[in-house]
């Protein structure tokens, strides 16, 4: 099945350290599937589930580290800056499915606010929920890479539905106060900016005073 869904991909995409996603044959949705050696710490704006095809890499999570490998299941919060370097030349082959959080706004908004608690699946779960897991997500990733029909919109957004409702019924997680997602939001949208300039600007100068006075900080 996983050989199937790598079959399925049509390009593989190459990453930035700061991300602004694109969502091109699904509004709020991405799946690809990428190669990676070292993939330094970056964040983007939706939630990300990834499915491991070959190879081994450990994630890094802040403090936090955990190993993944053939078949590990893992995930990201939207914001949640994390690092994956392979432990080979090789790298580590993974298939991605990510969802902003604007997915089926008016009527779940859990994807507004929602904080996973735990991002190492595989470390967390019964073999059984895991297996379960893993079937959905490689369905929801051939339903989004394979050729379009007539039913490829609602074919899609019902395989994410149904994946991310066994996944909050069997991982932990909590909804963040309106307060605290609009604190975090202005968090986002201030390093933003900053990476944005510094994107603009690499080859110059830069200097942390710069930077604090273009947003009115110290």
Excluded: W
Excluded at 21 to 49: C, F
Excluded at 159 to 165: A, E, R, T, V, W
């Amino acid at each position: 099945i996983l050989k199937e869904v790598f079959r399925l991909a049509a390009h593989r995409v190459s990453k930035e350290e700061y991300e602004i996603m694109a969502y091109p044959k699904l509004n709020h949705v991405r799946a690809n599937i990428v190669q990676i050696v070292n993939r330094n710490t970056h964040i983007h704006q939706a939630l990300e589930l990834g499915l491991v095809l070959e190879g081994v890499a450990t994630v890094h999570i802040g403090e936090k580290n955990f190993p993944i490998d053939k078949g590990a299941l893992f995930f990201f919060n939207a914001n949640e800056p994390h690092q994956i370097l392979a432990s080979s030349r090789a790298g580590i082959k993974i298939a991605y499915l990510l969802v902003a959080s604007s997915f089926c706004g008016e009527y779940l908004s859990c994807f507004r606010n929602i904080e996973l608690l735990e991002n190492d699946l595989t470390g967390v779960l019964p073999k059984d929920s895991l297996q379960e897991l893993t079937g959905l997500m490689v369905q929801a990733m051939t339903n989004y890479l394979a050729e379009d029909s007539d039913l490829y919109a609602l074919q899609c957004v019902c395989s994410i539905c149904q994946l991310y409702c066994r996944l909050l019924q069997s991982v932990p997680y909590r909804q963040m106060t309106e307060a605290a997602y609009l604190a975090r939001n202005k968090k986002m949208a201030r390093l933003s900016r900053i990476t944005e300039y510094i994107d603009n600007y690499y080859s110059e100068k830069i200097t942390l005073e710069e930077l604090a006075r273009r947003e009115n900080v110290t």
